[in-house]
């Protein structure tokens, strides 16, 4: 009979992935904010040849056309980014500037001041509105409404954004202080770790109740990895201390299993809530005459 051939590094093998362990990339989407939008802060480039071979005036109008095409690059590419968050959140607000929509009014705008410059006041105005369309038409509008807000307190969806922000915060400087350190292995496993801690930012945005519970594992705890991350990151780059390494990662694997832990108990806290809920009706059906079986 075939057998399958595993080793020491297949998965499942002694230094090789748990088949059920996610791995460190488990879930992740490919940003948006790539080839296409670093596009946009190429295109403009020939305009500095048209400055430079023009009259005064005609060179001012092309750098005014640069500025405004850089400026709008930069407004798209935030802007996707965002769009990103807001998608990968189940409650969220609305941007506060709607960027993308900035972007493409810029992108109009740099276009009409460059056709202005090259040919004169009809093109440039033809210009504008294809660069203003296309621009919306490629790259879409900004998010113009909250969500999954609806019947949720307005103040407890206030700290709960706050509470999640910041804990983004964290993660954030975690991962630019091991990106700093230069070792891709360890780049991994604190990419695992931000999966688990995510899950629990997840589930705490679907219930703000849970946030009292969780306020010092998204708060305190994660302050504290990021100083050691930070602290490591230092003492890494120096000497390459294969203790620290080894030490850092027993923290990442220690904060995990809390994390994972304490996410369940949210889970299961949220399902005990239901249990009563539905325990709770039932009497009242009961009292009114209604059989349940």
């Known amino acids: 009979m075939a057998q399958r ?3 020491k590094y297949s998965p499942g093998g002694e230094n090789g992935n748990d088949p059920a362990t996610p791995g460190p990339y488990h879930g992740a989407k490919a940003s948006r904010a790539g080839a296409r939008v670093n596009l946009l802060f190429v295109f403009p480039l020939p305009l500095i040849w048209q400055a430079f071979t023009s009259d005064p005036v005609q060179m001012a109008q092309y750098l005014v056309a640069l500025g405004l095409l850089m400026l709008a690059a930069w407004m798209t590419r935030e802007g996707v980014l965002a769009h990103e968050a807001y998608d990968a959140r189940k409650v969220a607000r609305r941007p506060g500037v709607p960027r993308k929509i900035f972007g493409s009014v810029l992108t109009g705008l740099g276009l009409g001041v460059a056709g202005f410059a090259g040919f004169g006041p009809l093109e440039a105005a033809i210009f504008t509105v294809l660069g203003t369309v296309l621009h919306s038409l490629s790259f879409g509008l900004d998010p113009l409404a909250d969500k999954g807000m609806e019947g949720i307190d307005q103040f407890q969806t206030e700290r709960v954004a706050r509470a ?3 804990a983004e915060a964290y993660l954030a400087a975690m991962t630019d202080a091991i990106r700093r ?5 360890v780049l991994d496993r604190l990419t695992r770790f931000q999966a688990v801690v995510r899950e629990m930012l997840r589930t705490v945005e679907d219930d703000p109740r ?3 519970a969780a306020r010092r ?4 705890y994660l302050m504290g990895a990021r100083d050691a991350s930070v602290k490591f990151a230092d003492i890494y780059v120096r000497n390459k201390s294969a203790k620290a390494k080894s030490d850092y990662l027993m923290l990442l694997t220690d904060l995990e299993e809390q994390f994972n832990a304490k996410t369940r108990r949210l889970l299961l806290d949220d399902h005990s809530d239901l249990t009563i809920e539905i325990d709770v009706l039932r009497d009242r059906l009961q009292r009114e005459g209604v059989r349940t079986e």
């Open 5 to 7: 051939y595993g080793g």
């Open 164 to 166: 999640v922000d910041e």
């Open 181 to 185: 350190a230069g070792d891709r292995g």
């Open 210 to 212: 849970d946030l009292t």
């Open 217 to 220: 594992f998204m708060g305190v």
